[in-house]
């Protein structure tokens, strides 16, 4: 038996939990989220170790994740599942940033 679980989103429109995930608007939240921390992350190496820039530069734009936790709050999603998945989001994120800033740095010592 599946049953596929729906809630009515903050712009009116019906998300199922899997819809939720596809939506332009879930993958826009993503993208800002992304391109926030490669953004403050690459300031940040100039002033900050690579450890230290690996560390703070999600919490520099942690607001914008807190958003996307917001915006799955109008979902079917359990509390520990919406967790799992913003815990996700921010690990992959996390590897974007270190793989931007090792880019970085080895263009700067070429």
Not at 36 to 41: A, D, F, I, M
Not at 52 to 61: G, H, K, N
Request: hydrophobic share 45%; charged share 25%; net charge negative.
């Amino acid at each position: 038996m599946v049953m596929i679980l729906w809630s009515q989103g903050a712009n009116g429109v019906e998300l199922g939990s899997s819809t939720l995930l596809e939506s332009a608007e879930f993958e826009r939240m993503k993208l800002r989220y992304q391109r926030c921390v490669l953004s403050k992350g690459r300031k940040m190496l100039d002033m900050a170790s690579f450890a230290e820039t690996v560390e703070l530069a999600p919490l520099d734009c942690h607001r914008d994740l807190l958003k996307i936790k917001q915006f799955m709050l109008n979902s079917a999603f359990k509390s520990n599942v919406m967790d799992d998945l913003l815990a996700a989001i921010a690990e992959g994120v996390k590897i974007d940033l270190v793989n931007s800033l090792l880019e970085q740095t080895l263009r700067e010592e070429s």
